[in-house]
């Protein structure tokens, strides 16, 4: 069973390659489930800058993950640069990611803008810049729903229906 391709794009202001925890940890996480990362590229708080680094990025990859910028302050635009380029959006992913946090941070949760959403042929997950909450989406929503043997259904298996690779036929 061959890996899918992911970027991960972290979004802040103050990271650096040296201090990019969460953008490390995604890569470990989801390279050590057998996918092929790319990144952690380092990209500012800017709609603009965040926005090209997604388009350009779901052109080369089945998935885009980034971390930071899903909060509530003004610099926290992520969602925003997202949104021109959703084809569909995946509401579930930050229901799920809202509920199981809850469990660690309690009502703070709500603070959270995490989500995800199909961009043309990609898969873009936003998740918040923390370690601990990139850990948790990564362990318990990414790393099962990017293996094609997670049961009943999985994002890696719509991938290639999505793109229109061995569709059913009529």
């Given at each position: 069973?061959?890996?899918?391709?992911?970027?991960?794009?972290?979004?802040?202001?103050?990271?650096?390659?040296?201090?990019?925890?969460?953008?490390?940890?995604?890569?470990?996480?989801?390279?050590?489930?057998?996918?092929?990362?790319?990144?952690?590229?380092?990209?500012?708080?800017?709609?603009?800058?965040?926005r090209r680094a997604i388009a350009?990025?779901?052109?080369?990859?089945?998935?885009?993950?980034?971390?930071?910028?899903?909060g509530l302050t003004a610099r926290?635009?992520?969602?925003?640069?997202?949104?021109?380029?959703?084809?569909?959006?995946?509401?579930?992913?930050?229901?799920?990611?809202?509920?199981?946090?809850?469990?660690?941070?309690?009502?703070?949760?709500?603070?959270?803008?995490?989500?995800?959403?199909?961009?043309?042929?990609?898969?873009?997950?936003?998740?918040?810049?923390?370690?601990?909450?990139?850990?948790?989406?990564?362990?318990?929503?990414?790393?099962?729903?990017?293996?094609?043997?997670?049961?009943?259904?999985?994002?890696?298996?719509?991938?290639?229906?999505?793109?229109?690779?061995?569709?059913?036929?009529?």
């Amino acid at each position: 069973m061959p890996g899918l391709s992911i970027a991960v794009v972290t979004v802040s202001d103050t990271r650096t390659p040296d201090t990019d925890t969460s953008g490390r940890l995604v890569a470990q996480l989801l390279g050590d489930a057998g996918h092929t990362i790319t990144g952690p590229e380092i990209v500012r708080d800017d709609v603009e800058l965040i926005r090209r680094a997604i388009a350009a990025s779901c052109e080369l990859v089945d998935v885009v993950v980034l971390t930071g910028g899903t909060g509530l302050t003004a610099r926290d635009v992520t969602p925003e640069a997202l949104a021109p380029l959703v084809t569909k959006s995946i509401p579930g992913f930050g229901e799920l990611f809202r509920f199981l946090s809850y469990a660690e941070i309690g009502t703070s949760t709500i603070q959270s803008r995490a989500e995800a959403a199909l961009c043309g042929h990609a898969l873009v997950f936003a998740l918040p810049g923390s370690t601990a909450a990139v850990r948790l989406a990564v362990e318990k929503i990414l790393v099962p729903q990017l293996d094609e043997r997670t049961k009943p259904c999985n994002f890696a298996e719509l991938l290639p229906r999505i793109r229109g690779v061995g569709a059913a036929k009529a």
